[in-house]
């Protein structure tokens, strides 16, 4: 048996080759809340790629999250998507929140259809960000939605469950939205380590 070799002196002695990740570049998509961003890799939401949103009930403030992101995009011509929302998204909320009205555009569908359709919205690269509401999603059905993403050079982000949480995701980035305090857990993140603590967030519910 060879003798055991504590891995700092083979370090030391260069006897080992040490790897180190390539830093992706920052992100031209702010999410729009500052402490949000000093916490992620890239400074924003990760590009061309899935995001979840794992929140523990409707009607919390959740939408409050991307709106800043939402009307970014919209104000510049960029069509928004919405793939079957649980509630009719109220015009007067979001045109408070800065989205043109006209650059969004409801798709109503249930079950497998509504993954269908967030998956070539996606894909179809007409859309700066898709948001959709996937019910019983598992992983080849994210996955696909992460590939779909990836195609179409778009954002997507996907409102789930926090029980979702005790599942792995290919999702680029996992994000759990709390009330109680109101803040965000970073649980995913592509490029780099999650935060270790979570990030207060007092619009939910405001």
């Excluded at 409050?64 to 011509?77: E, I, M, N, V």
């Excluded at 793939?83 to 969004?104: C, E």
């Excluded at 070539?120 to 960000?129: D, N, V």
Aim: proline share 11%.
């Amino acid at each position: 048996m060879g003798a055991v070799v504590a891995i700092d002196t083979l370090l030391l002695e260069r006897r080992i080759w040490k790897g180190r990740p390539t830093a992706l570049p920052p992100s031209t998509q702010p999410s729009g809340h500052p402490s949000l961003d000093a916490a992620l890799p890239t400074g924003g939401w990760p590009e061309a790629a899935l995001t979840e949103l794992l929140i523990p009930a409707d009607g919390i403030g959740e939408l409050r999250l991307l709106w800043p992101s939402l009307a970014r995009l919209s104000q510049a011509g960029e069509r928004v998507a919405l793939v079957a929302p649980p509630y009719i998204p109220y015009p007067p909320a979001w045109r408070a929140a800065g989205v043109d009205l006209q650059q969004l555009q409801v798709i109503k569908a249930q079950g497998r259809d509504a993954l269908w359709a967030a998956e070539q919205c996606l894909r179809s690269g007409s859309c700066g960000a898709v948001v959709c509401w996937p019910q019983q999603a598992d992983d080849r059905a994210l996955r696909r939605l992460q590939v779909a993403a990836e195609s179409g050079q778009t954002l997507a982000f996907a409102y789930r469950p926090l029980k979702a949480s005790l599942n792995a995701s290919p999702a680029a980035l996992r994000i759990a939205l709390d009330l109680h305090p109101p803040q965000l857990r970073v649980l995913k993140c592509r490029g780099g380590m999650a935060p270790p603590r979570p990030i207060p967030f007092t619009a939910f519910a405001a």
